[in-house]
């Protein structure tokens, strides 16, 4: 029977597209097996990762060990780099044999340019740079409560238009972060989705779930004729960017330290530096050219969760909030008392930075040295 995108019920399991480059699996792969397992689990289905490239059996499995079920895995030289023609033509080729019913993408470069060309092609949605996903109304419905001012309890859910609790509820900030809006994709299969890097958290890694995965080799139809790009050679940027998303201590600067520029960053990285951590900063201080886009916290920056998330001389603007928000612990050094960003501070310090870091920095080498 051909292939139809608004045949809903024919449609099943959470998808992942497990994005790779040069054979190592990138981080955020892992971050969305963790959160498409939530999703296969509200659904009662099972969660599988796509994998393309050239010889990448190797790093299949350890998709299990964040809960992936099975993995389809398509080995070519013409996988081997990404090409948008070759990895639309398998990913459509591979959605129209199995059928799944929502798969979700990396909002990378990568995800970015190759989900929209495969929602196209099958004829169904996509909701770009998600930063939160749910199929159970309930656990919407408490998102809601917590991250919102919706008067949850006194809102009907319910609709006649389509299934409330069995469409993914898609959420990204629109009209410029002003809003939440939540997006569903009633009439057609798969719901498509990209997150962002960071946005969604890991799930903790189990041995077991490696010797349970599935990994599966589709027959598939790929030739040269089908690629109409040819990957010369792959150039690393050679500068080395900033891991925000992965460090457990971040210390951002903001416009506070417009005074004396260098000093202030100089200050931040003493601090990063005796806590193991790295620099951040806002986009006031990104704008004004004093650090590279790369340093960038928030909603048009990198989605962090460290341990200790320290802002010096950020405001605590709704769009730097979205970015940082989540870390396990927040201090804020402002010489504004009533600066947004002490709301969401666990400890708040009211001074001007240039003199309050030298003294954390003395404090915490003082600490060091006792322990
Ligand atoms: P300011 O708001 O100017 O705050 C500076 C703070 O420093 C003030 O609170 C001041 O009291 C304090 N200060 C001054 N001197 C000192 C001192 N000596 N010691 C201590 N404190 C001092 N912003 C982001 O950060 N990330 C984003 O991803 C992002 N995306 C955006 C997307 C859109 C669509 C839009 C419209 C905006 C976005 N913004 C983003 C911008 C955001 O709205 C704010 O303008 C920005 O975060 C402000 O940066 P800031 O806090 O460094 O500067």
Same mark, same amino acid.
């Given at each position: 029977m051909a292939y139809n995108s608004a045949d809903i019920a024919a449609f099943k399991n959470v998808w992942v597209f497990c994005e790779q480059r040069q054979g190592k699996m990138m981080p955020t792969t892992f971050e969305l097996i963790s959160e498409g397992r939530k999703l296969a689990d509200e659904l009662g289905v099972e969660l599988c990762g796509i994998l393309l490239g050239d010889d990448v059996d190797g790093i299949a499995a350890e998709l299990g060990g964040y809960g992936a079920d099975r993995v389809y895995v398509y080995n070519s030289p013409l996988l081997k780099n990404y090409t948008t023609d070759a990895y639309t033509k398998v990913i459509v080729d591979a959605v129209e044999e199995f059928k799944p019913e929502i798969m979700i993408y990396g909002a990378s470069h990568i995800g970015r340019d190759l989900a929209p060309r495969c929602a196209a092609r099958l004829h169904t949605g996509l909701c770009a740079d998600c930063t939160h996903l749910d199929v159970d109304l309930n656990g919407y419905v408490e998102f809601l409560r917590t991250g919102s001012n919706v008067d949850v309890d006194n809102?009907? $859910?319910? *609709? =006649?238009? $389509?299934d409330v609790n069995t469409n993914l509820k898609m959420t990204r900030p629109a009209f410029g972060g002003h809003l939440m809006a939540t997006i569903v994709?009633?009439? $057609?299969?798969?719901a498509m989705a990209t997150v962002r890097p960071g946005v969604m958290k890991r799930r903790p890694f189990d041995e077991e779930g490696v010797k349970k995965v599935e990994i599966v080799h589709p027959e598939f139809e790929l030739t040269e004729?089908? %690629?109409? *790009?040819? %990957?010369v050679e792959v150039v690393k940027a050679a500068k080395k960017l900033v891991d925000l998303i992965g460090a457990e201590y971040i210390v951002s600067v903001g416009r506070? +330290? @417009? =005074?004396d520029v260098e000093g202030g960053i100089a200050l931040a990285e003493e601090l990063a530096d005796v806590l193991g951590g790295v620099v951040g900063a806002s986009r006031a201080v990104v704008d004004a050219g004093w650090m590279t886009a790369d340093h960038q916290v928030g909603q048009t920056g990198k989605t962090v969760h460290p341990k200790v998330y320290i802002a010096l !001389? +950020?405001? !605590? @603007?709704i769009q730097h909030k979205a970015g940082m928000q989540e870390s396990e612990y927040i201090i804020a050094v402002n =010489?504004?008392?009533?600066?947004?960003m002490f709301e969401i501070a666990n400890y708040g310090i009211v001074g001007d930075l240039f003199k309050v870091v030298p003294l954390l920095i003395q404090s915490i080498k003082d600490a060091k040295a006792e322990a």
């Open positions: 809102t009907n $859910f319910e *609709t =006649k238009m $389509f994709c009633p009439r $057609f299969r798969p004729a089908d %690629v109409q *790009t040819e %990957v506070g +330290i @417009a =005074k !001389g +950020i405001s !605590g @603007a =010489k504004d008392e009533n600066a947004p």
